[in-house]
């Protein structure tokens, strides 16, 4: 139960792996996974997608903090999914450097 955020907002469309006693998830879904927990040692080498992710999952993020996270997450909401990962340059704050930073650790599905 460690490996699963029992917290996290469904999507139509989403795929939630749920292991086996004593499993660990397979490397494929750890992406798509918004895991906060403790067990997950890669959470700041795993990638979000930031058309999905919920603000605890986008503060894994290094260098987005609480105020970031909730400003994409208004933008989403106002503005739809994002088409690319320089869509996020639309929001304050987010500049080509910040951006550029976030290319490694974010993805768009």
Not at 8 to 13: F, L, N, T
């Amino acid at each position: 139960m460690s490996q699963i955020n029992l917290a996290a907002e469904i999507i139509s469309g989403q795929v939630i792996y749920v292991p086996k006693k004593g499993e660990k998830i397979p490397e494929q879904f750890c992406n798509s996974v918004s895991n906060s927990s403790s067990t997950n040692t890669n959470a700041s080498q795993a990638q979000i997608d930031i058309n999905t992710a919920d603000l605890s999952a986008l503060q894994t993020i290094n260098g987005i903090g609480e105020k970031k996270a909730e400003e994409i997450v208004k933008y989403r909401e106002e503005h739809g999914k994002f088409k690319s990962i320089d869509d996020l340059k639309n929001i304050s704050g987010f500049g080509d450097k910040t951006v550029e930073k976030l290319n490694d650790h974010v993805f768009i599905k």
